[in-house]
Nanobody, 124 residues
Framework: QVQLVESGGGLVQAGGSLRLSCAASGISFSVNTWGWYRQAPGKQRELVAQINNGGSTNYQDSVKGRFTISRDNAKNTVNLQMSSLKPEDTAVYHC??????????????????WGKGTLVTVSS
């Protein structure tokens, strides 16, 4: 059974940092792309950062230079280091996994597996 479990969310002041971690288990060998998405109240789910098994990364423009996604293959985790946080970064952050060919065509709808999310709140 596939499981993605996020941790590391919380309340932080603007300008602060948080590190999110996603622990994966039972993942199929066909999975080659991992991502962090976020959804704020009343807004659409959006891609924050993505990494594939080759190490290539992709970031939403608003987080470039502030967030870093990484993958620890030995521990089967995907991490998101967030710095210089802003109130507009407040959202529920979800970890996701899927196949690159599907995600390129379908966006987040192409991700096969999702965690339940962790709440990040940035106060001004």
């Amino acid at each position: 059974q596939v499981q993605l479990v996020e941790s590391g969310g919380g309340l932080v002041q603007a300008g602060g940092s948080l590190r999110l971690s996603c622990a994966a288990s039972g993942i199929s060998f066909s999975v080659n792309t991992w991502g962090w998405y976020r959804q704020a109240p009343g807004k659409q789910r959006e891609l924050v950062a993505q990494i594939n098994n080759g190490g290539s990364t992709n970031y939403q423009d608003s987080v470039k230079g502030r967030f870093t996604i990484s993958r620890d293959n030995a521990k089967n985790t995907v991490n998101l280091q967030m710095s210089s946080l802003k109130p507009e970064d407040t959202a529920v952050y979800h970890c996701a996994a899927g196949r690159d060919d599907r995600v390129r065509v379908l966006g987040y709808a192409g991700m096969d597996y999702w965690g339940k999310g962790t709440l990040v709140t940035v106060s001004s």
